[in-house]
């Protein structure tokens, strides 16, 4: 049996269950789905910077995904960086701080963390990323 935690550091649990029909199957599902898929994204995401229309895929990505399951201060930040990217692509001439990147990267990382520690220890084994 799968034990599905009703609160986890960094996610709206009851926000993102509540989406997903209040269904906590489906929301688990998916943070399992989350772990497996984004195991390599900052790698994926650090090789992106420079290039501002592949970076902005791989930050709307990581938004998206973390939207999805809930995960709050992931979404907010990847907003931001996404929001400057595509104001870069309009042609505005937008400074990004390297300290946004830099605070987007510990915030997926803790997010991350949480989430596969939360999985394994559930029963759930790591899905292979695709």
Same mark, same amino acid.
């Given at each position: 049996m799968i034990l599905i935690p009703q609160q986890l550091a960094h996610f709206d649990v009851a926000d993102a269950v509540a989406?997903?029909?209040?269904?906590? !199957? @489906?929301?688990?599902q998916a943070v399992g789905l989350f772990v497996g898929h984004f195991e390599d994204w900052p790698s994926d995401w650090e090789a992106a910077i420079g290039d501002d229309v592949l970076e902005r895929r791989r930050v709307h990505a990581i938004r998206s995904a973390a939207a999805n399951v809930g995960a709050t201060p992931l979404v907010?930040?990847?907003?931001q960086l996404?929001? @400057?990217?595509?104001?870069?692509? #309009?042609?505005? $001439?937008? !400074?990004i701080e390297p300290g946004l990147r830099e605070q987007l990267q510990q915030v997926f990382? $803790?997010?991350?963390?949480?989430?596969? #520690?939360a999985?394994?220890?559930?029963?759930? $084994? @790591? #899905? !292979? #990323?695709?």
């Open positions: 989406r997903m029909l209040d269904r906590p !199957e @489906l929301w688990w907010l930040l990847a907003g996404e929001s @400057l990217l595509a104001r870069r692509l #309009a042609g505005e $001439a937008v !400074e990382a $803790a997010t991350w963390q949480t989430a596969a #520690a999985w394994q220890s559930s029963g759930g $084994a @790591l #899905a !292979e #990323a695709g």
